[in-house]
């Protein structure tokens, strides 16, 4: 754990405010969930929820069924990172945070299809495949992730993965809501 060495008093109704420097750093949002945890020696742990983080296996499993059926790479993420990878190195991408581009797309709810072949960038660092298409998975009208086709440099997005990522963000929207 990392000292950051700013202290907060609790207030009357037991809240405490998370300084806006940390909340930048750690994308918390207005409305975002958080999960408690408390420790024997006394210390409290606030942890971004992820909703679509609890599907685990589920993401993995959809992500290598959607790969199969495109024959492209295929991709799942939650707000932050990239939670499920199928058809390129999982140790490049899986739990690496989303780059700005899929953020704005998935901050926008409208889904991206590169026409011209030059795709957006993927994730932070990783310069090496970018998103041909990227449709963002909204459950009870917010937005909880993303589900993404890589494809090959020049190549432009078809009509097929657009599809197919749409009907899987709407499926997993509609699964996430119960």
């Known amino acids: 754990m990392k000292a950051t060495g700013i202290v907060r008093r609790i207030d009357d109704l037991g809240r405490v405010v998370i300084p806006k420097e940390i ?14 945890y408390t420790e024997k020696d006394g210390e409290v742990i606030f942890k971004k929820y992820s909703p679509i983080g609890e599907l685990g296996e589920f993401a993995v ?47 926008e709810k409208q889904s991206y299809r590169s026409s011209s072949g030059d795709g957006i960038s993927i994730a932070e660092g990783v310069d090496k495949y970018s998103a041909g298409v990227v ?37 997993l929207g509609r699964h996430m809501e119960g």
């Not at 909340?23 to 408690?36: F, N, V």
């Not at 078809?158 to 599809?163: A, H, S, Y």
């Open 23 to 36: 909340r930048r750093t750690m994308r918390i949002r207005e409305g975002d969930p958080l999960e408690i």
């Open 61 to 107: 499993t959809y992500a290598e069924s959607l790969s199969k059926a495109s024959g492209r790479a295929a991709l799942i993420t939650d707000r932050d990172s990239i939670i499920a990878v199928s058809g390129l190195p999982k140790k490049e991408l899986m739990e690496r945070r989303v780059s700005s581009d899929v953020e704005s797309v998935m901050n």
């Open 135 to 171: 449709v963002p998975i909204v459950s009870e009208g917010d937005t909880i992730g993303s589900v993404i086709f890589v494809m090959n440099e020049g190549e432009p997005a078809g009509e097929v993965e657009t599809k197919l990522a749409e009907s899987a963000a709407g499926f």
